[in-house]
């Protein structure tokens, strides 16, 4: 949590230009898909943007302002997708998403969360995943076939999703490590990411979840993990470090997404994609493995006048994964990618994170159908992704707009390129 | 909340309970936009409402009027002085009314208030068509701009946007519907001049009417044919751009020896029209070019070891040639401005051939970079005058640091429009946070000095510039009190 004074720095250098709420303007192609926001776009009130939310974050502080209805509403709403936060740092470099998040963190500690986000801490509590499934089947998806070495350099970090509702995946990414010749280790007793629980500012629960992998990584003596959970990828990677006060650079692993891991193995001619695969698809980019996946560089404020922010790492949000999941679908035989108007960092987020898909499944349907929208206008056959909230809340909303594309994960397309 | 509460629920039957709000947070994040006075007083609102179409504005505006109600209009939210000075106020928020019709043919747009710039320039460029985008950024609003002053450095060749209106649509203080050349007899906003009447000056008034004249609601604008290549983005996040085609733009950066022989020329290529962008360039534009993509805090490192030294720069003129047509145009264009740069003895550079700021206008609100600690004072009317401006205003500034910081007397932007007719001079003044009473000190000056060269400001205050300009508030008051008996409309 930035300490106050920063948090009213913060929100106070706003000058509400209205920037965040539009993706890049270069790169805008059309009236229809210029926006970046989803609150803003859905509701259209200030309050549901990210000018909006610091500014009533002022009158907060200052005793102004309750969290009403409405409030609460918009905070909570708010994907926590970051497009407003990296169209900021072209002008303002305000950091956005932090004063958002600690905001959270206020509403939390007044005890005004949501109960479906406090449900998600209890399921945590007591099983170690927001399902609330069985500990125990955390790795029933390795069945009999999946052999994960007793000792490796590699931990491959599975995470709710894939775990307990997409065990496929889960398998799918085994055997693209085993191809790539690759040992592996699977955590003995990996806990859930605590990436929601983050998310949605129940910040000492993520905090417990954080200290007990970090724990267990460093116990495995593994110095990289591999995870396809783009939301584990950025916990792991991003909210770990700033949870312990630390910098990326300062973890004792390196995390890698594992499409940066395939693309590497293809570059390296470690594995080849042989099989053809005929499908014209489309890529959406997940903000958690984009412009959110960052490294994170823990800084101490410092100002010298007028406003030089002394010896701070500014996250800009081109230093997220956009490349090897295109690079990796470009070298795939047979398959066409063609991409939509709001890319990479300029993504359109697909409804699902910042607890909006546990809280508001409404609204994040709704925002899943603009992007879908946006796909279809494209004229692919299929959506591909590389996270599986993504991938289920866009699935979703294509079959809700009978749109008859299908949606799949990358690690599918991948699977399906190097044969089973 | 506004009362009497019966005035609110009958807003909740005209737009629906979703688009209208009285939650204290909804109103608060409404107190005021951008480009507000930091001592004017602001109030929240009472309640904030979004109208859909022509008719709920009208039946809101009526709303208004049977209970009294003061109203204040706003869209996409980056503007000029659009706040609630009265309790019980209610924001009408434009953003709903975002329709973009654009007719090829005849080459013009109609636009709801709610279409930024960026957006409508989007659709535009796929057919081939282009309108200028506004210099405070592509974020904002087609409608609100063009209807205030539609400044933009494009304005070079298409001259201000406000002379580029056609037929309106306007909902008056009263809930009269008003509707403005050709668009007043059917449905076709293709004339501003008629058939029918044309009130532009009025809805202009001196310097944009700022919702004090009730509710524009669609404006039709004349749009441009443009090249049919395709101009390509090329970035990241905080440092992009748009790469030009190279066979029909180029752009040239030209240093004089002198300030006279930089404005000479630049009365000499609008004498040949030629070019797309004519402008100084002042050393500020230049650091924040330099330090792209590092950030306020970037920028004022490099500046205070930078800045002294660009300063010390000859006059800098940024010309970007267009080849509308052919590139045999472009080959015309840059051997005329060569010609125009040797009779002036200068000394011209090509530049990369890319634009951040004026198709788009990405980084128009590059003065933000600075943390959002300037003010800005701007006045119209000749290049000699604005070079006649700027020379007194870097007296005044001088006098008053701080809070203005030490900018090296800088930033005077010479940006000519219609080939050098009409010229701006804005100067883009670093302040510091603290003294805001220093800097409105500053501004009084700058507004005193303004009015006695004879210059038009952008936000000009009445008090000095009434007596200069026939006493122009009084007509105003006339003007308002005939179209707003019950004073409601944005009331002071």
Known sequence: ?420 | MITPKEAYETLQSIVGKEWVSDDPAICEADRYCSLSSPTDEKRRPGASIEPANTEEVRAIVRVCNRYKLPFVVTSTFYGAGTYCRKDNSILIDLKRMNTIEIDDQNMYAVVGPGVPFAALQGDLLKRGLYTFVAGCGGQSSVLANTVNMGDAPIGWRTGLGYQRILGVEWVLPDGEMLRMGSFSQGDDFFWGEGPGPDLRGLLRGCAGHQSRLGVVTRIGVKVFPFVSEELKPDGWAYHTTMNLPTNRFKWYNIRFNTRDDAINAMFEIGRCEIGLVVMTVPPIFRGVARTRGVGCAGFWEFWKDAGAKLAAAATDVRVLLYGIGSNKRLAYEEKVLLDVVADFKGSAREAPCRDETNIMAADAICANVVGGRFSSEVSYESINQAVRYSKVVDEICDRHRPPILQEYNSTDWFCPYELGYIAKMECLRMAAVEGIEGLEAWKAETQDACAAGGAYALVPDNKVFGPVWGNYPEKEDAIRALFDPNKISAPE
């Open chain 1, 1 to 420: 949590m930035l300490k106050v004074e920063e948090y009213k720095h913060q929100a106070e250098t706003c000058v509400r230009c209205s920037y965040c709420k539009l993706i890049d303007l270069n790169w805008v192609k059309s009236s229809r898909f210029s926006r970046q926001c989803p609150i803003d776009v859905r509701y259209r009130f200030n309050l549901y943007s990210a000018h909006g939310l610091l500014h009533a974050a002022l009158a907060e502080l200052d005793n102004k302002l309750e969290f009403t209805p409405k409030f609460m509403e918009a905070l909570w709403q708010c994907t926590l997708c970051g497009g407003c936060d990296i169209r900021c740092k072209r002008n303002l470099d305000v950091e956005v998403l932090q004063v958002i998040q600690d905001l959270r963190e206020r509403c939390v500690e007044q005890g005004k969360s949501l109960p479906e986000h406090k449900l998600l801490a209890t399921n945590v509590k007591k099983s170690h995943n927001i399902y609330g499934a069985a500990a125990g089947d955390r790795r029933k998806w390795m069945g009999t076939d999946v052999k994960p070495a007793p000792r490796a350099d590699i931990v491959y970090f599975v995470g709710d999703a894939y775990a307990y509702r997409h065990p496929e995946i889960a398998l799918a990414t085994a055997r693209l490590l085993e191809k790539a010749g690759f040992p592996f280790m699977v955590l003995a007793d990996e806990w859930s990411s605590g990436h929601e629980l983050f998310a949605t500012g129940q910040v000492a629960a993520a905090k417990e979840m954080a200290e007990h992998n970090v724990k267990a990584i460093q116990s495995s003596g593994a110095k990289t993990v591999i995870t396809g959970d783009a939301e584990a990828y950025k916990t792991l990677k991003v909210d770990y470090p700033r949870m312990m006060g630390k910098s990326t650079a300062d973890m004792p692993y390196t995390v890698l997404h594992i499409t940066e891991f395939i693309d590497q193995q293809v570059k390296d001619g470690k594995i080849k994609f042989t099989r053809r695969v005929p499908i014209k698809v489309t890529y959406h980019d997940p903000c958690n493995l984009g412009r959110l996946a960052e490294p994170w560089y823990q800084w101490e404020p410092k100002y010298e006048p007028p406003n030089i922010a002394v010896g701070k790492t500014w996250r800009r949000g081109d230093k997220g994964v956009y490349m090897p999941p295109r690079d990796i679908l470009k070298g795939i035989k047979g398959l066409e990618l063609i991409e939509m108007e709001r890319v990479k960092d300029n993504t359109w987020c697909c409804g699902y994170g910042g607890g909006v898909g546990v809280a508001f499944p409404d609204f994040a349907l709704w925002t899943a159908g603009e992007r879908v929208e946006e796909a279809r206008q494209t004229g692919a056959e299929a959506i591909v992704s590389a996270c599986p909230n993504c991938k289920d809340v866009l699935a979703s909303a294509a079959t809700a707009h009978n749109t008859g594309l299908k949606v799949y994960d990358i690690t599918e397309i991948m699977l399906r390129a190097v044969g089973k």
